[in-house]
């Protein structure tokens, strides 16, 4: 899935490059140029800005090279798809490009001189096209240009205050950060019961068959929009959760039914999935002897449970009331359910408590004592026999009619450290207590997870985490209470901070590389600045498009803004280096802005066009597998159409307030007020 996603957002940028060079090329024609003269100096126009945008690409898709978990390998692939890409786009557009350039431009020029009438009305076509896109760049584009580079500051002023406004209003909650969403639509349901330690399999089954009928009556109920059932198949799982639940955990008290939807496409919007596994909780009713059943959908990613917590303490029975407070208090926030916890009761236990007054005297301990029962009951190695290849081992214990109730237990007899045998019941207090059906830990430390689901329409995990977490909060008053206990995070919360963890030690890494490249190429210190300022811009556009489709933030979402940092500044890459060359050349500085502006706006234009066209598809996919990828596709698509605008108006005016910052230092060292063309280097021919 990850592959097919990269190899579509490939679509769109493996051109951009090849976009800057042909454009470069066919603008040599315009101008009289011989079409295989103008390959050649057009591509070494360009060649060192398409080179670089494609490296600074490549090192805003490595962050997430490192992601670790099982988010790592789930993302790892789309970088390396698209690096690849574009590598292989890189040596196209530089060596087999070009000259396809020039012979098809000689040809065309041939062609057009033996035209017939259908030829020429093609031409003619191209060429009203040609002449509106040139009136677009000259007319209404120069217009706002020259507004917006006149008042150079409002217009920064400006782009601040989006930028400022966009984050608060992302902090605030009015565009909510969700690890991995809840509420896409799946086309698998299922519903899993957990009843008492013990409960035969008939009774299990019984279960099994209340819940699959109740499943079975929604095709009577309702219908998809394409007049067909809704439900197409029904799976009943009986001892086990499956792999899905991650516990592993077995025995005849358990059970699942998998149910298989018909697709979204099918059965219509009207019918989600959300509203199906209520229309089947509706019909299953209660289930008095379960010990809980919970209803839920796939809903695909690597995200865990919405909401999980883990304490660690010296035993599972001091972590059950831990665990309940933290239940409890869960249940007090809005849009939380399905709350539970992985202590759960198992068949009833002999404990051994203490040893009774005079054991020790008799030279018993408790080591003593359970090693004796343990080779009473399962049995010790007395010897092994080699027969053939295989090797038997022989167990000596207690024989199977001394072996079959507790009163076994009880008439067993211990030996002493004189070699006397005496009575269990004299060396040993016992009592008989309810034990459980999975004891975990993590290092010395006893583990109980108490996880939950959270309804993202009323409620937010992250926002309960935090509170929780704040600062002589509930999880800092648990703590407190009980001495020794340690609580940690897992599920979606533990993803999302391994990835933010990581996030936040290579993307600063991947902006100083790219900061590197682009000082080494411009040589200049404030030029890349110039440059980059369009990446926070691009996030302003990625947050503002979920707000627009109405997508919550999600951590697809954040790697979709990490890989757009690297896109966006191709633009101003470009534009930058066409300004330059145009002042070094002799020109002025505001002309050469100008001019740098309108020239490059439509290679700007159409490696936007073209990268957002490679992605827009997904935006309109309905199939369960799409939406979990559309939050990073809106990031990426509405980042580069902002950042482009941006790129157009802002980066002008950012290159024009940087000239007007040298002529304000070369006036306080000099005391004259410079010209902007006094404080520009001069040193490198334009060739055009």
Not at 290 to 310: D, L, N, Q, T, W
Not at 372 to 393: C, H, P, T
Request: hydrophobic letters at 45%; aromatic letters at 8%; a positive charge.
């Amino acid at each position: 899935m990850m592959s097919m996603f990269a190899l579509i957002m490939a679509l769109g940028l493996i051109v951009d490059d090849a976009i800057v060079v042909g454009e470069n090329v066919y603008s040599g024609v315009e101008r009289g140029e011989l079409p295989r003269l103008a390959a050649v100096n057009g591509t070494r126009r360009v060649l060192m800005p398409v080179i670089a945008a494609v490296m600074t690409t490549w090192l805003a898709f490595m962050p997430m090279l490192f992601i670790p978990g099982v988010m790592g390998k789930f993302i790892q692939v789309f970088p390396i798809v698209v690096m690849l890409a574009l590598a292989f786009s890189l040596i196209e557009c530089v060596l087999i490009l070009p000259p396809h350039l020039a012979h098809s431009l000689r040809a065309r020029r041939r062609h057009h001189e033996h035209a017939g009438q259908p030829t020429r009305w093609a031409e003619a076509v191209r060429a009203r096209i040609d002449g509106a896109v040139r009136w677009f760049i000259d007319v209404p584009f120069m217009r706002t240009y020259r507004l917006a580079t006149r008042y150079r500051y409002m217009t920064l002023a400006l782009a601040l205050s989006v930028l400022a406004l966009t984050v608060s209003a992302q902090q605030a909650g009015f565009i909510p950060f969700i690890a991995f969403p809840k509420d896409i639509d799946s086309d698998m349901i299922r519903n899993r019961v957990t009843l008492q330690t013990g409960t035969s399999f008939e009774r299990t089954k019984d279960v099994a068959r209340q819940v699959t009928d109740a499943v079975k009556r929604i095709n009577e109920q309702v219908k998809g929009e394409d007049g067909k059932p809704i439900i197409r198949h029904v799976y009943s799982l009986l001892g086990q959760h499956g792999r899905q639940s991650g516990r592993g955990s077995k025995g005849s008290h358990l059970c699942q039914v998998i149910v298989e939807l018909s697709p979204t496409e099918c059965r219509g919007r009207s019918f989600t999935s959300e509203q199906i596994v209520q229309m089947w909780r509706k019909n299953t009713g209660p289930i008095h002897d379960a010990v809980s059943y919970k209803f839920g959908s796939f809903r695909g990613g690597p995200g865990g449970a919405a909401f999980e917590i883990r304490l660690m303490g010296p035993s599972t029975d001091f972590l059950r009331e831990p665990a309940k407070h933290l239940g409890d208090r869960l249940g007090e926030f809005t849009g939380v359910s399905d709350i539970s916890d992985d202590a759960v009761p198992g068949n009833m236990e002999m404990k051994i408590v203490r040893l009774k007054p005079g054991a020790e005297n008799l030279g018993i301990t408790l080591d003593m004592l359970s090693a004796q029962l343990r080779d009473a009951f399962y049995g010790n190695e007395s010897v092994k026999i080699q027969r053939g290849r295989d090797e038997i081992k022989v167990m000596v214990r207690y024989p199977t009619s001394q072996r079959r109730s507790l009163g076994d237990v009880e008439n067993m007899r211990v030996r002493t450290a004189a070699g006397d045998e005496i009575p269990f019941g004299v060396v040993a207090d016992v009592v008989m207590e309810r034990g459980y059906t999975t004891l975990r830990r993590v290092g010395r430390d006893s583990v109980v997870t108490v996880s939950a689901d959270i309804d993202e329409k009323t409620a937010n995990a992250k926002k309960i985490l935090d509170k929780l977490s704040e600062e002589n909060g509930f999880f800092a008053e648990l703590e407190e209470e009980y001495p020794g206990l340690k609580i940690g995070k897992l599920g979606q919360s533990q993803q999302t901070a391994e990835t933010f963890d990581v996030l936040l030690i290579w993307f600063p890494i991947a902006m100083m590389a790219i900061y590197t490249i682009l000082a080494a190429m411009f040589r200049s210190y404030i030029q890349p600045i110039i440059i980059m300022i369009a990446i926070p811009f691009g996030l302003v556009g990625a947050i503002a498009g979920h707000w627009v489709l109405g997508f919550d933030v999600t951590l697809l979402s954040v790697f979709g803004m990490v890989a757009l940092a690297g896109i966006v500044v191709n633009d101003s890459l470009v534009l930058i280096d066409r300004i330059n060359r145009g002042v070094r050349a002799g020109g002025g500085v505001f002309a050469s802005v100008a001019e740098g502006a309108r020239t490059r706006f439509r290679p700007i234009l159409l490696t936007t066009i073209t990268t957002v066209a490679g992605i827009t598809p997904l935006l309109f996919e309905k199939s369960f597998q799409a939406q979990f990828l559309k939050p990073m596709a809106v990031s990426l698509a509405f980042g580069l159409m902002f950042a482009t605008v941006l790129t157009l108006l802002v980066v002008p005016s950012l290159y024009l307030i940087g000239n007007d910052l040298r002529r304000v230092f070369r006036w306080q060292r000099t005391g004259v007020w410079p010209s902007p063309e006094d404080v520009v280097k001069r040193d490198e021919p334009m060739e055009e």
